[in-house]
């Protein structure tokens, strides 16, 4: 890092440190009203809950979440970035899919762990994501914003520009193979993890014949 003027300037590409607490801080309500809608159900579930759990008032509350729908986004998102980051740090010679499906495993098994998630948490915030409109709104953003961050991935592994036709669909048709995979896997249509869920949908598209 570097002097300006007396203050510390941030590196290129470095989050300042308030955006670190406020990104934390975000995640960790998150994780307490994940909690809560799991024991007591989403529609019980007040924000005043939320906030005299994790001991904050409502006007903090608030400034760090516009809606209580919104309180959801951090773990729906949890792995996104993590994941982008391995897709990027796959070998270049790996196929693609191969490497989508890898990196997916990969970075979702590191950030459960590291938040100390478990299945018995995350399905059920999966399936009210997917099943309950006041949520199915957020989930899709997070989908929306993740296909956004894997395009400039997949443009630099093939060798393509970020404007790319093929990109943009090869991002837009992984992206929704995991959100069906997970969304599956959230209902209990199918066995083993979601990584696995994630896997066989990815496989299945280059082999699927209906188009």
């Not at 941030?10 to 024991?39: H, K």
């Not at 980051?85 to 010679?93: F, G, Q």
């Not at 499906?101 to 915030?125: D, F, H, K, M, V």
Request: proline share 5%; charged share 20%; aromatic share 4%.
């Amino acid at each position: 890092m570097t002097k300006e003027k007396g203050r510390t300037a941030r590196g290129p590409g470095r989050p300042a440190l308030s955006e670190t607490r406020r990104a934390a801080t975000r995640r960790e309500v998150a994780l307490v009203a994940a909690r809560l809608f799991a024991e007591n159900g989403y529609g019980t579930t007040t924000v005043d809950d939320i906030a005299a759990e994790v001991g904050m008032g409502l006007r903090t509350f608030y400034r760090y979440f516009a809606t209580k729908e919104d309180v959801v986004a951090p773990l729906l998102a949890l792995g996104t970035q993590a994941w982008a980051d391995e897709l990027a740090a796959c070998p270049p010679d790996q196929p693609l899919r191969a490497a989508l499906a890898q990196s997916y495993r990969t970075a979702t098994a590191a950030s459960l762990a590291e938040q100390g998630i478990t299945e018995t948490l995350l399905r059920p915030l999966l399936l009210a994501a997917t099943e309950l409109p006041a949520l199915s709104s957020t989930w899709l953003r997070v989908q929306r914003d993740c296909e956004t961050t894997l395009i400039p991935i997949i443009a630099a592994r093939t060798g393509r520009p970020t404007d790319d036709l093929d990109v943009a669909l090869a991002a837009a048709v992984a992206n929704t193979a995991v959100r069906l995979a997970t969304e599956l896997w959230a209902s209990g249509a199918t066995t083993g993890s979601a990584a696995d869920a994630v896997e066989t949908c990815l496989g299945r598209l280059s082999t699927h014949s209906l188009l």
